[in-house]
């Protein structure tokens, strides 16, 4: 990734479709989700991929529990809307940012319209073990605290990262080894 802004309130990172990246996958080799009753107790390996779902803007709002992926259409830029990652506050590293999934996420199209994306797993999550019914609630109270946000307009919503566009002489980033 990019790095697009990064300071005491917020980091802010490019990620186009290409770029190599580190991601989980089952040891077992089926997809993610092939096997609901396995979704988050099957073994995990780390694997290489290429990152190929929209061109993305990503605001990570300092100790917020999300981060906000402005999404762009491959090769046209045109703005395609926001994808809400809920998730554990960023914590840097020196060279490093980590986070952890809170499965849930919200979806927004351009109009403003959103959608909760994965309750079924967040459902699931806790059947699981990987939440406990007061974690999961939290994670649902933080949904609707960026439902509230959404439609009060606020930051960074109201900011303008859907005008963005990224320097053309950025090179596709590359995994450090």
Same mark, same amino acid.
């Given at each position: 990734?990019?790095?697009?802004? *990064?300071?005491?309130?917020? =980091?802010?990172?490019?990620?186009?479709?290409?770029?190599?990246?580190? %991601?989980?996958?089952?040891?077992?080799?089926?997809?993610?989700?092939? !096997?609901?009753?396995? =979704? @988050?107790?099957? &073994?995990?390996?780390?694997?290489?991929?290429?990152? +190929?779902?929209? !061109?993305?803007?990503?605001?990570?709002?300092?100790?917020?529990?999300? #981060?906000?992926?402005?999404?762009?259409?491959?090769?046209?830029?045109?703005?395609?809307?926001?994808?809400?990652?809920?998730?554990?506050?960023?914590?840097? $590293?020196?060279?490093?940012?980590?986070?952890?999934?809170?499965?849930?996420?919200?979806?927004? &199209? /351009? !109009?403003?319209?959103?959608?909760?994306? *994965?309750?079924?797993? =967040?459902?699931? +999550?806790?059947?699981?073990?990987?939440?406990?019914?007061?974690? +999961?609630?939290?994670? &649902?109270?933080?949904? +609707?605290?960026?439902?509230?946000?959404?439609? *009060?307009?606020? #930051?960074?919503?109201?900011?303008?990262?859907?005008? @963005? %566009? /990224?320097?053309?002489?950025?090179?596709?980033? $590359?995994?450090?080894?």
């Amino acid at each position: 990734m990019t790095v697009v802004r *990064d300071d005491a309130d917020v =980091l802010v990172v490019w990620l186009p479709i290409g770029t190599p990246v580190l %991601r989980a996958a089952r040891a077992d080799g089926l997809g993610k989700r092939d !096997d609901p009753s396995t =979704l @988050f107790t099957a &073994e995990l390996v780390q694997d290489r991929g290429v990152h +190929a779902a929209f !061109d993305q803007l990503r605001v990570a709002p300092t100790g917020r529990p999300w #981060s906000v992926w402005v999404l762009f259409t491959e090769g046209t830029g045109e703005f395609a809307g926001w994808y809400v990652n809920l998730e554990k506050p960023h914590v840097r $590293g020196e060279h490093t940012v980590y986070t952890s999934d809170h499965v849930l996420d919200l979806v927004i &199209e /351009p !109009d403003r319209t959103m959608v909760r994306k *994965d309750e079924d797993e =967040l459902a699931l +999550a806790v059947v699981q073990g990987v939440f406990d019914a007061t974690a +999961a609630a939290a994670v &649902e109270a933080d949904a +609707a605290a960026v439902e509230a946000l959404i439609a *009060d307009w606020g #930051s960074p919503f109201c900011d303008g990262w859907e005008r @963005f %566009r /990224p320097d053309p002489a950025w090179p596709i980033p $590359g995994l450090a080894e």
